[in-house]
């Protein structure tokens, strides 16, 4: 899976929010500063071209969807990022996220029994 720009990342985030969107719908959803309708449907052609966006035509209108998963998506963004930088090791993911990030005492608490409930799961 090929990786999104940031700007196509942005345009991605309001589609999968909308799931589907015409033009219009799209360029509502940016706050302003909005940019211009040809960006956008230049950052369309990209992300149609990369395979994550299709659309349906309606005469002259292109509703606009999501190909991919934001979750798949997501999923394989991190899982590159721990093989790139961290030696393939999870773990070594975590200790990275857990101490050079400001967490809070409840959101590590939070994290704590998220992994302690998926240690349960494997347990089944």
Same mark, same amino acid.
Do not use: C
């Given at each position: 899976?090929?990786?999104?720009?940031?700007?196509? =990342? @942005? *345009?991605?985030? !309001?589609?999968?929010? *909308?799931?589907?969107?015409?033009?219009?719908?799209?360029? =509502?959803?940016? @706050?302003? %500063?909005? %940019?211009?309708?040809?960006?956008?449907?230049? *950052? *369309?052609?990209?992300? +149609? $071209?990369? @395979? #994550?966006?299709?659309?349906?035509?309606?005469?002259?209108?292109?509703?606009?969807?999501?190909?991919?998963?934001?979750?798949?998506?997501?999923?394989? !963004?991190? /899982?590159?990022? +721990? &093989?790139? #930088?961290? /030696?393939?090791?999870?773990?070594?993911?975590?200790?990275?996220?857990?101490? =050079?990030? /400001?967490?809070?005492?409840?959101?590590?608490? =939070?994290?704590?029994? +998220? +992994? $302690? &409930?998926?240690?349960?799961?494997?347990?089944?």
């Amino acid at each position: 899976m090929q990786q999104l720009t940031n700007a196509e =990342e @942005q *345009l991605m985030e !309001h589609l999968w929010k *909308l799931e589907k969107a015409f033009m219009k719908d799209l360029l =509502e959803a940016y @706050q302003k %500063p909005k %940019p211009a309708t040809t960006t956008v449907a230049t *950052l *369309l052609k990209r992300m +149609i $071209d990369k @395979q #994550f966006v299709a659309y349906n035509e309606f005469g002259n209108s292109r509703e606009y969807y999501p190909l991919v998963n934001k979750t798949d998506y997501f999923s394989k !963004h991190v /899982n590159g990022l +721990i &093989s790139n #930088f961290f /030696n393939n090791s999870a773990s070594q993911f975590a200790s990275f996220f857990t101490t =050079e990030t /400001n967490l809070s005492q409840s959101e590590l608490e =939070e994290l704590k029994k +998220i +992994i $302690d &409930s998926e240690i349960q799961k494997k347990k089944k």
